[in-house]
């Protein structure tokens, strides 16, 4: 089982659209979560950290759940721009600041 | 531009030849990671350092070493390269652990 793990798509959605994507992780003890965006033959960059309560940036939100390991992003009134691949990312347990990636989730935003 | 420059951009290979991959950042970060990245496996670790002087292994080192030159500086090299290590390779680095990572915009390896 791998220890990050995503729907690898692709979303094909319309302008406008909400689209959300989830994640679970194996290690219950992991620590810091992250969603980064990466576009086509590009390096990845981070959009947004997950935190407990649940975070909003724009049209963007991250979500997380501690007790079914599952990180969530949604994202609201989707833009052209939006089109890439969205990686989960999980920070490795007692392993200092070692990230883990999801092997990502294509999203395809058309007019 | 402040961040991480990665050279070469693109290399191809014959099997067995060698080839360091060079890496630079100028953010004073302590923190410094080789990734590969293959289509349907996302980014998997090859080696890290935490800081100047340290080197470890992560997921998948085998094939390759590293060299932590200074601070500024982290070379990943293929003493003898194979098919198997066509990827895309990305450098990172990081002030404090697993906070903003940021990326080299990565070098495109083909080993034929």
């Known amino acids: ?111 | 531009n402040a961040g991480v420059t990665q050279t070469p951009k693109f290399q191809v290979l014959k099997t067995g030849q060698s080839m360091t991959l060079q890496c630079a950042q100028d953010m004073n970060h302590n923190s410094m990671y080789w990734y590969r990245q293959d289509p349907g496996m996302g980014l998997r670790l090859i080696y890290y350092s935490a800081s100047e002087g340290t080197t470890d292994k992560g997921e998948v080192p085998n094939g390759y070493n590293v060299s932590r030159l200074n601070k500024r500086e982290f070379s990943l090299r293929l003493e003898s390269a194979a098919p198997s290590q066509t990827s895309v390779y990305f450098c990172a680095s990081s002030e404090k652990g697993s906070y903003g990572y940021t990326f080299g915009s990565g070098t495109r390896l083909t080993v034929v």
């Open chain 1, 1 to 111: 089982r791998k220890e990050v793990e995503q729907d690898p798509g692709p979303f094909n959605v319309p302008e406008g659209a909400t689209v959300a994507f989830n994640c679970t992780y194996s290690n219950s003890a992991s620590q810091s979560f992250f969603w980064y965006r990466q576009d086509c033959r590009k390096e990845p960059k981070l959009l947004m950290s997950v935190y407990s309560s649940g975070n909003e940036d724009g049209r963007f939100t991250a979500q997380l759940n501690r007790a079914s390991q599952y990180i969530s992003l949604l994202i609201r009134d989707s833009k052209l721009s939006d089109s890439a691949t969205y990686l989960c990312v999980v920070n490795r347990a007692n392993q200092g600041g070692k990230l883990i990636f999801g092997q990502g989730t294509e999203l395809s935003v058309k007019p």
